[in-house]
């Protein structure tokens, strides 16, 4: 059962109580005070919907009583009702512009003092309905913010910029929309420099120019750490003027080290695709300029769209690929130009797609660089090299020692080593048939992990190779720091000693040093006599490239060494 409302009758007159009371008893809990004052002491302790008041009383009044009510935030919203003798009607004016809600005069008509008293009561219910109403849809607007929205920048988050921007581009399909993903170029260098403030400063500087931008023409978020998106009409989207701002904006900072964002563009050519695919294919064109200081943003095109098509076909097929031995090494000799003989090989992984052919590793190995799925292909690669030098040792040959690529993605494998060497124990290999190919690349990367994968190499009696050395800018601090014991030159350098002094001038200086540093130095890449005959008179003998042989299958570089 509801418990009653509560009515508190104000007069000095007990009669006028006794009446007052007689009406409203069966439907209030009915509360009595002979003035003002000891109204208030009730007030102080109970709580009450609606007070009935006479103006003229002993010790505190009416109007007195009204003022205090008025000032007071815990009484000010109780409405009251005053009682008045008939004819004042200058104090019934007085009362209503103090704060009253109505008047009953004496003497009272039963019906309507119960009336005005219900109709004071029904229009206190429905501002309390009101307030009640705009307290929730606050609360409701609170949550829905809390939401939405991305909490450090005020921006929209990933989830609603997914619902916000399907719907503007639904709501209004004669408008071409693009959308631009973007990023802050080494963003975990700059907080590792400064601190979290820094960065959280740099992001909601950021986001504050997005939104000008953006305006109510458009949608801007904060996908997750320093990726935002934006989705504006083609025709308000001027990138030049974007990047120019947004660098301005970053130079206000004040922060020395450069701010750099780059950005994809990906105009929208079909409403159905669904948003996530809308930024991905953004975020892929922004990928295509990133660490370009020179280009700072990129379109999605046709080319792209290839690209990604390509993408998918390799991961599509990848896995079935292996399992149906589609995947295979080649062999290619590295020959010693003094003596014409083959010295060792590089083992290159191709795969023999049933319906397109012969794949070349550079279409697929980024690919599963990116998806991991190159760990798996490296294993098979290696595995596959033991198999042929066990078949060499097994038809009675001198073994010619293969080199294995390994991958940047395996020097962070701690059992990389391990898996190495029991690759040999399984084949019955010794160390130094199986030779270890190391990107610079990868040093740069992760310097100290290559360090610790470079020691327990060499502590197991692997012979490790540099491929690609001189590809990079830390290459001669590389050598400060790694005790390799093959250099393998970067092609290009090998390919310029024809026409440019100062290249043959630098491969000669290297080929120096690293006998200077005990190394053995391999020239990749070459394709004529000239500079074949250039690399033997600079002290490098060993040769990789056409000009002896093309990569080629096991079986046709078994026949090679037997024909030696």
Known sequence: MNERSVMLIV??????????????????????????????????????????LDLIMPVMGGMELLAVLHKHPRFQEIPVVVTTSQ??????????????????????????VQCRVKNVMARQENEWRKERQRLQAEKISAMQTLIETDQLTGLY????????????????????????YLDISCFKVINELFNMETGDMILKTAAAYFKTVVGNRGVAARLSADHFALCL??????????????????????????????????????????????????????????????????????????????????????EGALDNNNFCIFLQPIYDSATNKIKSAEALIRWNHPQRGMISPGVFIPVFEKNGFVTRLDRFAWESACRFLSRQRDNGMDVVPVSVNVSRV??????????????????????????????????????????????????????????????????????????????????KFVQDIETSQRAATIMKSIVNMAHDLGMEIIAEGVETEPQMEYLRAAGCSLIQGYYYAKPMSTDDFMEKLMAE
Not at 11 to 34: C, K
Not at 89 to 106: H, P, R, V, W, Y
Not at 249 to 256: H, I, K, P
Not at 281 to 302: C, I, L, P, Q, S
């Open 11 to 52: 007069d000095d007159v007990e009669i006028n109580r006794a009446i007052l009371s007689q009406f409203f008893q069966s439907e209030y809990e009915i509360l009595e005070a002979p003035n003002g004052k000891e109204a208030l002491d009730i007030l102080e302790t109970r709580n009450v919907d609606i007070i009935l």
């Open 87 to 112: 004819g004042l009607l200058n104090s019934e004016i007085q009362a209503l512009e103090n704060g009253a809600a109505d008047f009953i005069t004496k003497p009272y008509n039963p019906i309507v």
């Open 157 to 180: 988050n990933h989830q609603t910029m997914l619902v916000k921007t399907a719907e503007l581009i639904q709501e209004n399909r004669a408008t071409q929309y693009c959308i631009v």
């Open 233 to 318: 009409p083609e025709n308000a989207l001027d990138m030049e003027l974007i990047i120019q701002g947004l660098d301005a904006v970053m130079r206000s900072l004040a922060v020395y080290r450069s701010i750099m964002f780059y950005a994809g563009v990906f105009t929208v050519d079909n409403v159905y695709l669904t948003v996530n695919k809308m930024l991905d294919r953004a975020h892929m064109a922004m990928n295509t300029v990133k660490g370009n200081y020179n280009r700072r943003f990129a379109y999605y095109d046709e080319q792209l769209r290839t690209a990604l098509m390509e993408e998918q076909m390799l991961v599509r097929d990848m």
């Open 410 to 491: 395996n020097m962070y494998d701690h059992n990389f080593v391990d898996y190495m060497t029991s690759l040999l124990a399984k084949y019955d290999l010794e160390p130094w048939m199986l030779r270890i190919e190391m990107t610079e690349s990868a040093y740069v990367d992760n310097p100290g992990q290559m360090l610790k994968i470079l020691r327990r190499l060499k502590n197991a009696g692997f012979t490790v190779l540099m491929d690609d050395f001189g590809s990079g800018y830390s290459s001669l601090n590389m050598l400060k720091n790694l005790t390799m014991d093959i250099l393998k030159l970067d092609m």
